[in-house]
């Protein structure tokens, strides 16, 4: 016979072993509960163009709600949010000058929404505490439909570096699931990586910014989760370290005594602890519950269809040109597949660079490999494009310098990081947004064919295979030459092309 303890017992472990239960989810601190219900609020009950005024402490109390400016009228926005907060600071502060006693309708609002325990000096306080923060609806819920994308492709990447599945939630907090949004402190892409943190984890260069391809970005910052966790021993730190940074988190850990993530949440004031790192954790576990319930909170849903584009390492430093030119793919697809390529690339400056996996369209063409092979050595190359640059001399001015490279001179300051032009010396060294001079190319040799040739047998001459010929020559009927016709004959044009079907 089975006892009641015995009972609850099996029952226990049998939850604990079904898919999703709640021994599988990131841990949610009861005392984190006002905080995460506050972000679902946020997420999908205020839309943009509103926001709350709230205490920005813990619990964040909210005191109420005000029309703001919508993006991007951001100027007309700041105005009203400032407006807003000094008319409640205002309301706070004649609210304790008598005793939490309202005498307008905006503190009898106020008042009903106070702590039970809050004297005239905690009125005050929270006065001087109040935040405001815009709604996020709209933006949420775009981002659900956005992440049908990748959100796949990024389940199975935090599997298999062992982070927690919740974390799929995580663009929807740094970028809305947009690649390519960019933030003021410098952070770019679906993760939000700034570039110093993104080097350590991918390649970050006015060439490729891997922190723009959702593919690399997921690997990084499924890495850099994993090595915080290592770091700090606990996810609800791990986590907040990728806000904060793991040595940040650390210094508040010290700083508080123990390792208990409340405590850090609670009690560590450190001077760039501010009010995002700290609520950063609590606001990934309400987007991993709205994501989690997305029907129940924006109903009729339709998240886009996966993107799943073959990924080739190309053998040699190719330009885009070339592969618009002989390849089956526009350069709008190629863009959206690649948006990790810098515009250097787009306008010619650079090439893409040997075994950079470019993405191609699943449907594109039958073998990827082929096509890309089948390229024109004469116009592939061995080395990347190299940079122009000018050594400042005295008396030159950066207006003469953009003239004599017929360059912009806005595309010459933003290129160098000049943020005034008579902020320039002698001796310093500026890099030119231009072309420079074209490198060898891999090959280019050509037969003409002669009466009597054969496909077969000017393949074997040339220590190519006749299927390799005919490829190379995009020839739709190998039997079928013409004396004079020229041939390219490069075998150098054929270096292996490595292609993997998943990103």
Not at 86 to 99: E, K, T, V
Not at 239 to 244: D, S, V
Not at 427 to 454: F, N, S
Request: proline share 8%; glycine share 8%.
């Amino acid at each position: 016979m089975i006892t009641l303890q015995r009972w609850i017992l099996l029952v226990a472990c049998l939850l604990l072993a079904s898919p999703g239960a709640a021994a599988d989810r990131l841990p949610r601190p009861e005392g984190l509960a006002p905080a995460i219900d506050f972000w679902v609020h946020i997420y999908t009950e205020v839309p943009v163009d509103a926001g709350v005024i709230h205490d920005a402490a813990h619990p964040l109390r909210r005191y109420g709600r005000v029309a703001v400016a919508a993006p991007p009228e951001w100027r007309a926005r700041r105005e009203q949010v400032r407006d807003a907060l000094a008319q409640y600071r205002q309301a706070f502060a004649d609210l304790a000058d008598h005793n939490g006693l309202p005498r307008t309708p905006l503190q009898q609002q106020i008042a009903a929404r106070l702590p039970a325990e809050a004297d005239a000096a905690e009125i005050a306080r929270i006065g001087e505490r109040l935040r405001f923060q815009g709604g996020l609806r709209e933006r949420f819920r775009d981002s659900l439909i956005r992440a049908g994308r990748w959100r796949g492709y990024i389940a199975d990447v935090l599997a298999a570096e062992g982070v927690p599945a919740e974390l799929v939630a995580l663009p929807h907090v740094e970028s809305s699931f947009n690649p390519r949004a960019r933030s003021h402190a410098g952070a770019a892409g679906l993760w939000q990586f700034t570039a110093g943190t993104g080097r350590e984890y991918m390649r970050v260069d006015p060439v490729v910014d891997e922190r723009l391809d959702p593919w690399a970005s997921t690997r990084a910052a499924a890495a850099l989760l994993a090595d915080n966790h290592e770091k700090l021993g606990h996810w609800p730190l791990a986590i907040t370290a990728y806000n904060h940074g793991a040595t940040g988190v650390k210094r508040g850990v010290e700083a508080v005594g123990e390792t208990d993530y409340m405590a850090l949440y609670h009690r560590y004031e450190g001077p760039r602890f501010g009010f995002a790192s700290r609520n950063f954790y609590p606001a990934l576990l309400a987007a991993a519950r709205v994501d989690r319930r997305a029907g129940a909170y924006f109903a009729g849903l339709q998240p886009d269809p996966a993107v799943e584009p073959v990924r080739m390492a190309l053998p040699h430093f190719t330009p885009v040109s070339v592969l618009l030119a002989d390849l089956p793919v526009d350069e709008a697809t190629l863009q959206r597949l690649n948006p990790g390529l810098g515009p250097s690339v787009w306008d010619g400056r650079k090439f893409i660079p040997r075994g950079h996996r470019l993405a191609l369209p699943a449907d594109g063409v039958d073998d990827w490999r082929l096509a890309i092979a089948a390229l024109p050595g004469s116009r592939l190359y061995r080395e990347q494009r190299p940079d122009v640059t000018h050594r400042i001399a005295a008396g030159d001015t950066l207006s003469a310098i953009a003239a004599r490279y017929q360059v912009a001179m806005a595309d010459l300051m933003r290129h160098n990081g000049i943020d005034h032009p008579d902020r320039i010396r002698a001796g310093q060294q500026l890099e030119l947004p231009a072309a420079g001079g074209m490198p060898a190319p891999v090959g280019g040799q050509h037969y003409r064919v002669q009466p009597g040739d054969t496909l077969g047998e000017i393949a074997r001459r040339h220590d190519l295979r006749t299927d390799q010929l005919a490829s190379l020559n995009q020839l739709d009927d190998p039997d079928f030459l013409q004396v004079g016709q020229r041939l390219l004959v490069d075998a150098a044009a054929l270096a292996a092309v490595d292609i993997e079907q998943t990103p």
